[in-house]
Nanobody, 114 residues
């Protein structure tokens, strides 16, 4: 198991919602709150791209493709970064990766299909 573990991906219909979680392992508990957090995704056949990021002071930024639909948040007490995804579209289908500082999760599949 790596330093970050994503969960709660899966299959959802267009227009649906999912909330991804990214939990830090105990090995990095002490430094988690000192790092910015982010989510990236890699659609089939394409390069990995940034989706959203959140700084240590909770300032957030979003890719244009997800603005108004996705929300990134963090809970430092739970050592977790979240990505709430609403109004999902087929083009949101991708493997989603969590990033905290220089560390990466293993990736989790999100498929949006009817």
């Amino acid at each position: 198991q790596g330093p970050l573990v994503e969960s709660a991906g899966g299959l959802v219909e267009p227009g649906g919602s999912l909330r991804l979680s990214c939990k830090a392992s105990r090995a990095i508990f002490s430094v988690f709150s000192a790092y910015d957090g982010a989510w990236y995704r890699q659609p089939p056949g394409k390069m990995r791209e940034p989706v959203a990021n959140i700084t240590t002071s909770r300032t957030t930024e979003y890719a244009d493709a997800v603005k108004g639909r996705f929300t990134i948040s963090r809970d430092n007490s739970r050592k977790t970064v979240y990505l709430q995804m609403n109004s999902l579209k087929t083009e949101d289908t991708a493997v989603y990766y969590c990033n905290v500082g220089h560390m990466w999760g293993q990736g989790i599949q999100v498929t949006v299909s009817s």
